[in-house]
């Protein structure tokens, strides 16, 4: 090789190698952003914080109770005052006997000759109950009012009596719960007693409902009532109270104190405060509802945590993809780099005796 391309040969090399260099410097460089951009991503892993699952403690409470009589008292809420005295507040739970909601029947209606339809539940007929003046009623009024009913028909007059009476009251009670006024009654016998029982269907739904052409039958149900108990709540607010604790801490008795219409405690004769104490039963009460929501919300919230850890796991994967490439790259560089410092020597040496081959041509 001459002189001349030796220069030529070594120039192109120097320009590769530089090449090389350059481009292996840009490779480091995007290692290094991937290596900060993992860094980062596995920096959001360590600060994501890992959802809890509630615990059922944290929705169950202890709930205190005392009984008076009939009733049974739930303590709502107990407020400390000076000289060991208590605002109390609870709610009263007692039985009460009402009219009550019995589900829904099916009707039938037949068109008398008056033009009016006559009602049924099954084979017996509904009557219209009418508030009565019973102490005015003679027998032969009795008489011709069980005529309008099969199961008054089998009764003594002195039993209609009572059941009219009751069915004034009867009555009353429909129209102070439901606030309808028309109500139709049946006796239906208790399989259990052998007893029978009134059932109620408000007329204005009776009479409303829609009724199959062919059949008589109506399309919908009717509602039926009872007379039974149901229990009912009131709540009392700011009563006066003193409360006894166990060496634990929990309520063992409730001292209850009779107030004044001012709110002022009665006292007897003596000058003694009023009162009654109570034993207090713990029980503990689990909020379900609260429990179901809060697992609900722990079941969304660690799904998205799984999907954002997914997410996250999957972009490192990317990167780590993505250097290994440019490692690869950089080590078919560096490959390159030695073969071309290796050619770069040997024309190196080439020049060299090129030179020294020509310095002892004009040296002779």
Known sequence: ?????????????????????????????QRTSLSN?????????????????????DYTKTVYTFVDGSETNTINSLIAQQNGMYILNYTQSYEAENVVSNGSVVTTRQLSTDGTYTYYIGSTKLREMTTQDVSSMTDADLEAYKATDEYLATLENAEVRDILNMENQYLGMLSDKYGQTGWFVKYQKNSSNSSYEPVFYNKGQVEEADYSDKTGTSLSGIKSYVYGQTTETREVKNAKARVEQDTSGRYISVYVYETLADGTIKTDAN?????????????????????NDAMNQYNYNKAKYDQEIQAINAKIEIIHGQDKDLELR????????????TEIDAVKKVISKNVETSFKTFNA
């Open 1 to 29: 090789m001459g002189m001349a391309a030796s220069q030529a040969r070594f120039l192109s090399l120097t320009a590769r190698k530089t090449n090389v260099e350059f481009e292996g410097q840009q490779i480091n460089q």
């Open 37 to 57: 951009e993992s860094a980062n991503y596995y920096s959001q892993l360590c600060n994501m914080v890992v959802p809890t699952p509630p615990s059922s403690e």
């Open 271 to 291: 000058g003694n405060e009023i009162g009654t104490e109570y034993p207090l039963t713990a029980t503990s009460q689990s909020d379900d509802r609260a429990y």
């Open 330 to 341: 950089l080590k078919q560089l560096d490959t390159e780099e030695n073969a071309i410092s």
